[in-house]
């Protein structure tokens, strides 16, 4: 709250600074574009827009208040639903400045809500061939490389086409490695597709940069897709909490005790070696009788049913859950 009030004071006394000025100059631009810009700021899109629009043609193309205004004034009247408007400011700001990725993306946006996505697509890749452009134009972060990727596959979708989609989606996160935006959008899409071999490699590639949220969505999903090697690798993440690591370590000995695959006995071995103690092992009997329950594999859940039953017998340490709150998907 007390945040809340500061940013609001700081936006009246802006508006205050700026109206005193406009009382000596009214007809000044920079003060007209400071005013627009204020009231964008604070989300008064329709304010904003009437100020600024009127603005469009007061300054050279090569000043550096003009692409900002174009961009301003075309999201402005986006936002307060004058959609023929923006769409004209767009197009012409596009015009005047091809480079901008920023302008270019908007417009996509609004041209994809429209239905419009085989057009929204091309400017979303104009934007991407035209990447970064922070150091030219008013840029916000990942427009021209990871949120522009990530639209795109999102557009992708929409038309159908799932292998540019994910192709996409891999792109934002080799600019991101950590945009968890893509990575949920490319886990089901790849899975779905059959293609989890491509999960496994990305996640190989990427393992020692993985931060806890990627991981978050990375460990739940190589459970679901019942893949030893994805959770192998995953178990060398550093950012993986001990506890979570152990289960996974714990369950990887139980799937290579079902079905051990002759290429995996060194893993096996070092698995075993690395045991974790017996209260996260009756932990992963548990979890693994439950996920032969929800999907009525009966026969499934009476073994482990008989595992849990022998495991209860010994005695077990008296330990809090080694779930992470982090981690609820494992839960």
Known sequence: MDKELQLKNKHSRNLGLINQGLELDPDSPA????????????????????????????????????SDIYLKTAFALHGSGRLEEAEAVFTAGIALFPDFTELSENYAL?????GYDRKAYAY???????GDASSKYTSSSGSGTYRTSLLAGEVCEKLFLFREAAAHYE??????????????ELVPLRLLAGEADR??????????????NTLNI?????????????????????????????????????????????????????????????????????YL????CREGDEGSAKRWVSRITISSCQPIPAKTSPYPAAFPGLC
């Open 31 to 66: 003060l007209r574009y400071a005013l627009g810009a204020e009231y964008y700021q604070q989300g008064q899109y329709d304010v904003a827009s009437d100020i600024l629009l009127p603005l469009l043609n007061s300054f050279p193309a090569g000043s550096g208040f003009t």
């Open 110 to 114: 609004l041209l994809s809500e429209q």
């Open 124 to 130: 979303l890749l104009r934007a991407l061939q035209c």
């Open 171 to 184: 792109d934002a996160i080799y600019f991101h490695v950590n945009y968890s935006a893509a990575w949920k």
């Open 199 to 212: 999960l496994i490699s990305l996640t190989r590639s990427h393992i020692d940069a993985l931060d806890p």
């Open 218 to 286: 990375l460990v739940p999903a190589a459970l679901n897709a019942r893949s030893p090697e994805w959770l192998t690798i995953l178990c060398g993440a550093p950012s993986l909490p001990l506890p979570v690591r152990e289960l996974l370590q714990v369950l990887l000995i139980i799937i290579y005790e079902q079905e051990p695959p002759s290429s995996a006995a060194g893993q096996h071995h070092s698995l075993q070696n690395g045991l974790p103690p017996h209260s996260h092992y009756q932990l992963s009997l548990e």
């Open 289 to 292: 009788w439950a996920l032969s």
